[in-house]
């Protein structure tokens, strides 16, 4: 089995209380490993979404139909930046 899942494994088991660490030092140690991850993640995940706000203000969009466009581009944020790179912007540069 793989390291990083071995660790990543032993983490989530730590967080959840199945298994008990030696002392408290590594528990916050895991803890701050899962809280950077997770900062990463929404901080990848609002970038789409100004990525996909600004682009839909950009072209015209109404309001409403912005706000979903970037609330999915919140929630699928590893689909929508290849999409953009790939389809919106050639699009936008073709003007």
Do not use: H
């Amino acid at each position: 089995m793989d390291p990083v899942r071995t660790y990543v494994g032993r983490v989530a088991n730590a967080l959840v209380g199945r298994d008990n660490f030696q002392n408290e030092e590594n528990y916050f140690l895991s803890l701050s490993v899962v809280l950077i991850y997770l900062f990463f993640v929404i901080a990848f995940s609002v970038g789409a979404a100004v990525l996909s706000y600004r682009y839909n203000r950009s072209v015209g969009t109404g309001s409403a139909a912005t706000v979903v466009y970037m609330l999915l581009a919140f929630l699928f944020s590893y689909f929508y930046y290849p999409f953009y790179a790939l389809v919106l912007s050639a699009k936008s540069s073709r003007r």
